[in-house]
């Protein structure tokens, strides 16, 4: 059972990532190609998922927002991962002063989600594709820098350690060599948890203007220019939601899956 | 202690909102006025703005004048930004408020379904619904939502706001009826994510040795679950509750832009368009203040559900 959820959320990211690069040398129309006469059609033929208010084919623009969304999640979490894991790393091996810098450090971040941190660079220097990885990537690093600290703190405790320095390893070499490989499955677990975030995040700073400008198609975007014509053509609103919501169920059930996989004694808890 | 980690958090929030806002390449002034602009007006505008004075001397009135509620005034209109702000806080506070009350009325009952039901259908279809609630963005909730009881049944009204009391004349009727939409597309995400967490806390309660021995002692499963279960999760579900809060702030900032609600959100992000920088510095820091002071209460609420961390730390 638990499996499945596992697999399911593997099958729905895949073909996240297979539209994304579908989308590089394929796309049923031009996604910037505005047709005039070809406005608000239903969903049928020639257009699979009917076209919006400028005439544009929605699958298209569809295929080509993957490409925005996995680009700007990837790129946000790595920058995460970037900033969060070392930080945690040091805080786990130091413990002491260290470790309760590094949990206020995160506390005050934490009261900086995403969409504050995207405000404010938006308002200094213009939003942009970069502002929003930017943003969303440091509202990310807190989660990091616990997840890390957290597991740090238990390999720490293990016998291999006490052996390694026993042997005079410095603590460079125990972090690189020891430490991370031992903490990474926790790292990947936590990697697409906030890859699903991102993706969320992303979807709200693109509706809101505050992301990739026009005209580079984004789900977030899509649902708010579907929302013009919410009276007209409602269903036209479905698609780029549902293709968020499938991402985003599918990273979470991949993170949920990998989870479990690693520690079958939390099959039960969560 | 506590106190004095939330007067440091402060200080360090609003240096980093003073910092990103204003030690980012990009001149308030030439934004104001346009790229083609006579570079002596610029200068003129600088000096009144105040603009050409150190940053240390910027932040020392910016910060110092929020002491006292003085968040500056805006740079298009020149009106104070704490009048800007506080007819808004009101509309945006009661979006946050009634969520933030009405969520955990929604999870608490179906994460217990969920927990004690978790090898039948009726469980995995609890676990099912949280799971997919928490994947869809309060966007979209709100746009289902209008679709359906806005442009389908002409329920309720796709968007706008009315206050409370307009003129003197109570609104009760028209205040709920733009509310509900908005709210719920906030409840349902955050009962969602809400929702796991009573779950997984009440499924360790189910595993532990006092719940089998009210069992034993011939409590039924829901007596003994709602006597012990309660109080034992209810660590989990406040804490999470806070920590949401931030995550309920950015949803009431996007829910405002999708219902048209004039709150803070939609001062922030006009302000944003304008490059008024400093109702952006004002506004975000009024949001920060908030998330921080709701950090304060989480950690001060523990001690009222828990009496062992009376005295010591939590940490």
């Known amino acids: 059972m638990r499996r499945a959820g596992l697999w399911v959320g593997v099958v729905l990211v895949a073909l996240v990532i297979l539209a994304a690069l579908v989308s590089l040398v394929w796309t049923p129309y031009n996604p910037l190609q505005v047709q005039p006469t070809q406005t608000l059609r239903p969903a049928g033929w020639p257009h699979l998922l009917g076209t919006d208010g400028f005439g544009i084919d929605i699958l298209s623009r569809l295929l080509v927002g993957a490409r925005t969304t996995v680009y700007v999640g990837l790129v946000a979490v790595s920058l995460a991962a970037v900033g969060g894991v070392p930080l945690g790393i040091l805080a786990g091996m130091l413990g002491g002063w260290v470790s309760q810098v590094v949990l206020r450090v995160t506390d005050v971040l934490y009261a900086f989600p995403a969409l504050l941190l995207a405000i404010l660079l938006a308002a200094a220097v213009g939003a942009s594709t970069t502002t929003a990885m930017v943003a969303i990537g440091i509202a990310s690093i807190p989660a990091f820098a616990r997840v890390a600290r957290a597991a740090t703190l238990i390999v720490m405790t293990q016998d291999y350690i006490l052996a390694a320095r026993a042997c005079g390893t410095s603590r460079w070499t125990i972090s690189v060599r020891h430490v991370l490989p031992n903490i990474a499955a926790v790292l990947g677990v936590q990697a697409s948890v906030s890859f699903g975030i991102a993706i969320l995040a992303e979807a709200a700073l693109s509706y809101l203007g505050l992301a990739t400008p026009p005209p580079t198609p984004t789900w977030g975007r899509m649902l708010h220019d579907a929302q013009t014509y919410i009276f007209s053509s409602p269903v036209q609103a479905l698609w780029p939601g549902l293709a968020i919501a499938w991402s985003v169920l599918g990273l979470n059930l991949l993170g949920d899956g990998l989870r479990d996989h690693l520690d079958p004694r939390l099959r039960e808890a969560t | ?315």
Do not use: C
């Open chain 2, 1 to 315: 202690m506590r106190l004095l980690v939330f007067a440091a958090s402060l200080v360090v929030a609003s240096v980093a909102i003073f910092l990103v806002v204003n030690a980012l390449p990009g001149d308030v002034a030439t934004a104001i006025l346009g790229f083609g602009a006579d570079p002596s007006s610029v200068a003129a505008l600088r000096l009144r703005l105040g603009l050409d004075r150190p940053l240390l001397v910027r932040y020392l009135s910016w910060a110092g004048g929020m002491l006292h509620g003085d968040l500056g005034r805006s740079y298009l209109t020149g009106e104070p930004v704490s009048a800007l702000v506080s007819p808004r806080v009101a509309v945006t506070a009661w979006l946050v408020v009634i969520s933030m009350l009405l969520a955990p009325l929604v999870a608490l009952p179906v994460g217990m379904l969920a927990a004690m039901k978790r090898r039948t259908w009726q469980g995995a279809v609890a676990s099912a619904a949280s799971q997919v609630g928490l994947s869809i963005p309060t966007v979209y909730a709100g746009i289902l939502l209008v679709v359906v009881f806005a442009v389908g049944l002409h329920w309720l009204p796709a968007n706008g706001y009315t206050d409370l009391v307009v003129g003197g004349t109570w609104r009760p009727a028209e205040f709920v009826q733009h509310l509900v939409l908005p709210v719920a597309s906030l409840v349902i995400v955050q009962a969602s994510v809400l929702t796991r967490y009573v779950r997984s806390a009440f499924v360790e309660v189910l595993n532990e040795d006092y719940f089998r021995t009210a069992r034993a002692v011939g409590w039924t499963r829901w007596r003994a679950l709602w006597r012990h279960g309660v109080r034992n999760a209810a660590i989990s579900v406040v804490t999470v509750i806070g920590l949401q809060l931030s995550t309920l702030l950015v949803g009431a900032i996007v829910v405002e832009q999708v219902f048209r609600i004039p709150g803070l959100g939609t001062a922030l992000l006009s302000a944003v368009s304008n490059r008024d920088l400093i109702v952006v510095q004002g506004i975000v820091m009024v949001l920060v203040f908030a998330v921080l002071v709701i950090n304060l209460l989480t950690d001060l609420s523990y001690l009222l559900i828990d009496p062992r961390l009376r005295g010591g730390d939590r940490r």
